[in-house]
Every structure is written in C-alpha cells, then in structure tokens.
C-alpha cells in the first residue's frame, strides 16, 4: 500500500506522513497494525463531532437509500438541502438568511468573491497580509504569501492586502472596493484573535464606502471557538459568510450566505452567475443537517471553552511560549521550528496526532473533535509534555 501511495496517488508535499489508515472512530485513527491514535487534529478542523458520529452515519445511510445526485445545483427541490439551509438560517443574525451549497471551502471563497463583484459592480478586493483562504486560482489571489503563489501567476487582478488588527490600513478601504475578506481568526497564520474592536471597526468603515465585508470562517465555525461561529464573539455580522470543514462531519462541503437581496445578483445577468453540479448533493446535505442539529441540540458547544481550560491549564512548560486561539482551535508555539517539528513527529510516534500550521513554523496545531472528553484531553496532554521534557532542542 505505501509503495502503491507514492506510485498512483499525487502528492502535495515531499514528505507526507503516510500512516495507513484501518479505520476511524471518536476521537481516534487507527491505522493498519491496529495501533490507535488519539486525534487531536480532526482532519485540520473538519471532524468537529468526531469520527463516524453515529448521528451522521445514519443520516448519510438513509439518504444514500433514497437517493444521491439527480440534478445539478438549484434545479430540483432536494429535502436534505432545503432543511440544512433553512435550520442554517435560523441560527444566524439577519441577513444572512440565503446559503448556496457548493462542495469546498475554496469553492465557497470564490462563490462569495464573483458575488461581491457582482452585486457592488466594482472589482476591487481587499484581504488581510498572512491570510489563507484556499488554494483555487481565486482564493489564492488572496492569499497573503507570495512565495506560495508566485509560480502560479498570472492570478485574479485589482487584489490588494491590509494588515490584520492594523487600524490605520483601513483608509484602504474606499468606493473602489468591492469587498473586504478576512478570516475571523487567522488561522495559517499562527490563530491570530481581531484585537481592539477590529472586526467592529472595518464592519464601520465598509458600510460608510458601500464596501461588503466578507468573514471566511471555515476554519473557527460550526462550534469549535464557543459560539456557532466565532464573529458571534466580536459583535460584528459580515454581508458574505463563508463556511466549510466542519459542516458535515468530515463529508466535502463548503457554502457561502447573504441575504436574499445580494443573492439574487448571481441569478440574471447573466443567468447561472455561479453553478455547480455536486453542489448540495443530497447525501453530503443530510450530513451536514444532522452535525447542525447535534451541535445546536447538544451541549457540545458551551463545552468546548471548559475544554479549552483544560488544555491551557495541562500545558504549562518552559518550552511552550505561548498558546493562541480560541476554544478547540488552538496552537502550541514554541521556541524554534525545528521544535514543533520533533514535537509533531515524537507525539505521532506516542499515538498522538498534531499537526503544524502553514505560514507559522514555530506553532503546533490543537484542532481536536468537540466530541473529546477530558480524559483525553488529559492523556493527550501528558504525551505533549513528555516530549518536550525529553527534548534536547
């Protein structure tokens, strides 16, 4: 299998970690030597509810039963699709009331910036320096590194970047622009929280210009901050919201919502502004409408801030400067590189699954199911600690 891996499946980077994987449950992986490791990664925040919630398996199962794709996105009146966007909405602040479905987060991303060009008529798009929002041509015109797109130029023209928290950039924001997008909280950048009333303040500055303000919180949302999504932490409500990773479990899912006034930009003039084909496939809606209802049902949510505790209490040591974020999206930063690389590697030798960031070299990723128990939290913890004691760097 390893050999047949490298072989016949592409590769996005020189080393991957290629463990084998047996099969997943709860909070754990286990790989084909029937070792199990505890995950506290959730498939980069995608498995908020865990590994095959019986929940979701169900509700794949009896809609899979039914029936899968029939039509492309927006077409038929497909029940699982049409329940998740309205139970969606109900948990969101007016206006954001209207959700297309599409299959990813990047999708998502340039779903909401062709809607912000064309609801506003201007092209200007602003994002934040270190942002990630995707890797498609469009998303990663926003990217905030140009080292990672470089070799990818020509890329989607009138992009320009502000600093994130940086107040003073927001005289950037003018007539011209289309839309604003940032992340709620940057999260390849090292989980970096808005200080100061900085969401409130460019929310402010894009209503004065007519500007849109879009919030990609594929990352923070769907629980894994303490709130639903983590802009309900800063009082500011986006015109565009941008979701993915958590929607479904660990299902392929991204959406972008708005109101029904700018939503309907993309339905005339032309007519299929945007259009998808697996876009709310019923199956991969059924998964999403089942996390929803458990999150929202659960107390799954209000949990994940007592856990986050734990985990600041537990993982105190010399060796760890700092611990960013939110909730259960978390990042250990230590001294050096070289550091969160061996405590990445040493834990995933103890059956502890970390993972790095992008952008941040000295920060190692905590994005653990919201499903995870204090036990495990303590168990994983312990192994984190253990590492550094014995680390020489």
């Not at 402010?204 to 919180?217: H, K, P």
Request: with cysteine; glycine share 8%.
């Amino acid at each position: 299998m390893l050999h047949d891996f490298f072989k016949y499946q592409a590769q996005t980077s020189p080393h991957p970690l290629a463990m084998e994987v047996s099969h997943a449950k709860g909070s754990y992986i286990y790989d084909s030597h029937g070792k199990a490791h505890l995950d506290f990664v959730a498939g980069v925040s995608a498995c908020g509810l865990g590994h095959c919630h019986p929940r979701v398996v169900k509700a794949i199962q009896e809609q899979a039963e039914k029936y899968m794709h029939v039509m492309v996105y927006g077409e038929y009146i497909q029940e699982p699709a049409v329940a998740y966007a309205k139970l969606l909405a109900k948990h969101l602040p007016d206006p954001l009331e209207s959700t297309y479905l599409v299959n990813s987060g990047t999708e998502a991303m340039e779903g909401a910036i062709k809607l912000a060009r064309r609801y506003t008529g201007r092209t200007q798009i602003l994002a934040a320096k270190k942002a990630y929002h995707g890797n498609t041509m469009g998303s990663l015109s926003l990217m905030g590194y140009e080292e990672r797109k470089s070799v990818f130029r020509p890329l989607i023209p009138d992009v320009g970047f502000i600093q994130f928290n940086a107040e003073e950039d927001l005289v950037r924001i003018t007539e011209k622009t289309a839309a604003v997008v940032l992340e709620t909280i940057q999260g390849g950048a090292g989980f970096i929280l808005p200080k100061n009333d900085y969401l409130q303040k460019v929310r402010q500055r894009c209503s004065e210009v007519g500007a849109l303000l879009i919030l990609d919180e594929i990352q923070p949302g769907f629980g894994r901050t303490g709130k639903l999504f983590s802009f309900e932490h800063f009082n500011c409500v986006p015109d565009i919201l941008v979701i993915g990773k958590g929607m479904a479990s660990g299902m392929p899912v991204g959406a972008f919502v708005s109101s029904n006034k700018i939503m309907q930009s993309l339905q005339d003039s032309p007519k299929l502004g945007h259009i998808t084909t697996f876009g709310g496939n019923p199956v991969i809606a059924a998964a999403c409408l089942a996390t929803l209802e458990e999150l929202t049902e659960s107390q799954l949510i209000a949990d994940t801030l007592k856990k986050e505790k734990l985990f600041r209490k537990l993982l105190k040591h010399p060796k760890i400067t700092e611990i960013r974020g939110k909730g259960l999206m978390l990042a250990i930063m230590v001294n050096s590189p070289e550091l969160a690389n061996e405590l990445v590697l040493k834990c995933a030798q103890r059956g502890l699954i970390l993972f790095w960031l992008l952008f941040e070299p000295t920060a190692v990723r905590i994005s653990p199911p919201l499903t995870l128990s204090e036990e495990e939290i303590m168990a994983g913890c312990a192994i984190i600690l253990e590492v550094l004691d014995t680390s020489q760097l």
